[in-house]
């Protein structure tokens, strides 16, 4: 059983940054892609980025020039440096391996509020 284990979120000022991490309990073959999604209350869960085993990256519209998402193969590890904040990015994130089998992490809540 793969367990994935993210940081804690928090409570955040808008215009602040936050960075999220992901690691693996183990050590996973044929992974494909790594990435973050994010679940607001009363909305459907949804991508925030994604990086490829090769390092490709993919980002949501919203967040696209505030988060960079990375990542460290050698560590089985992801990282989600948020910058610029807003309150619209309160949400649970949620880690996501994908390869053979797709993994969860459990989500950790960033609320973004003044």
């Known amino acids: 059983q793969v367990q994935l284990v993210e940081s804690e979120g928090g409570l955040v000022q808008p215009g602040g940054s936050l960075r999220l991490s992901c690691a693996a309990s183990r050590r996973l073959f044929s992974i494909n892609v790594m990435g973050w999604y994010r679940q607001a209350p009363g909305k459907q869960r949804e991508l925030v980025a994604t990086?490829?085993?090769?390092?490709?990256?993919n980002y949501a519209d919203s967040v696209k020039g505030r988060f960079t998402i990375s990542r460290d193969n050698a560590k089985m590890m992801v990282y989600l440096q948020m910058n610029s904040l807003k309150p619209d990015d309160t949400a649970v994130y949620y880690c996501?391996?994908?390869?053979?089998?797709?993994?969860w992490g459990q989500g950790t809540q960033v609320t973004v509020s003044s």
């Open positions: 996501m391996v994908g390869g053979s089998s797709t993994y």
């Open positions: 990086i490829t085993w090769g390092g490709d990256t």
